[in-house]
């Protein structure tokens, strides 16, 4: 299964809200997490099951979708949020990944 | 706390094998699933395949004819091995537990920092 990303990459300010979209090739249910990643870093689970946040997450982070189309939001950006948004599907195998979104300051 | 640990050579010739151990600290080896996962510049995220808590096996089918995951319950590790590598298996590799939490959700929840393996002559 193939998730597209869109933007590759966006600038945005503090205090912004911010949506990153996540398409998959084919139907998958809820079965989609977001990771954050920063620079050197592992990827960091935020989201699974489409909409739950991880527990120790900040809810500025929400998730959304269902089937093809999903979304992540962070309602107002953060200094610390800039950094590489991963979808990843856990429908079907292989387990597949998003080419990632950038979140720039701007 | 889970806590991993990727240790192994960085850097590895061509046609050779991979090997890479991940050590688990905070919960038993025995009681999850685990997975690899690596990154590289060209690929991005690429799943490896998982390791079940019994030892059974999923592979990623682009990779599975060379790869081998392990157990080794006694130090509670477990390890990668992958054969023949080329330039195109330079990546940052991590260790992840893959866990059905209470949700009734699979989720990659713990990762290790990650180790960079170059493959290079």
């Known amino acids: 299964i193939q998730l597209t990303q869109s933007p590759s990459s966006l600038s945005a300010s503090v205090g912004d809200r911010v949506t990153i979209t996540c398409r998959a090739s084919?139907?998958?249910?809820?079965?989609l997490a977001w990771f954050q990643q920063k620079p050197g870093k592992a990827p960091k689970l935020l989201i699974f099951g489409a909409s739950t946040l991880q527990s120790g997450v900040p809810s500025r982070f929400s998730g959304s979708g269902f089937g093809t189309d999903f979304t992540l939001t962070i309602s107002s950006l953060q200094p610390e949020d800039f950094a590489t948004y991963y979808c990843?599907?856990?429908?079907?195998?292989?387990?597949?990944f998003g080419q990632g979104t950038k979140v720039e300051i701007k | 706390q889970v806590q991993l640990q990727e240790s192994g050579p960085g850097l590895v010739k061509p046609s050779e094998t991979l090997s890479l151990t991940c050590t688990v600290s905070g919960a038993s080896i025995s009681s999850s699933y685990w997975s690899w996962i690596r990154q590289s510049p060209g690929k991005g995220l690429e799943w490896i395949g998982y390791?079940?808590?019994?030892?059974?096996?999923n592979y990623n089918p682009s990779l599975e004819s060379r790869v081998t995951i392990s157990l080794d319950t006694s130090k509670n590790q477990l390890s990668l091995k992958l054969s023949s590598v080329t330039a195109a298996d330079t990546a940052v590799y991590y260790c992840?537990?893959?866990?059905?939490?209470?949700?009734?959700?699979?989720?990659?929840?713990?990762w290790g920092q990650g180790t960079l393996v170059t493959v290079s002559s």
């Open positions: 990843q599907q856990l429908n079907t195998y292989p387990r597949t």
């Open positions: 992840a537990r893959f866990y059905y939490n209470s949700h009734a959700y699979w989720v990659f929840d713990f």
């Open positions: 390791i079940s808590d019994s030892g059974s096996t």
């Open positions: 084919q139907g998958i249910s809820s079965y």
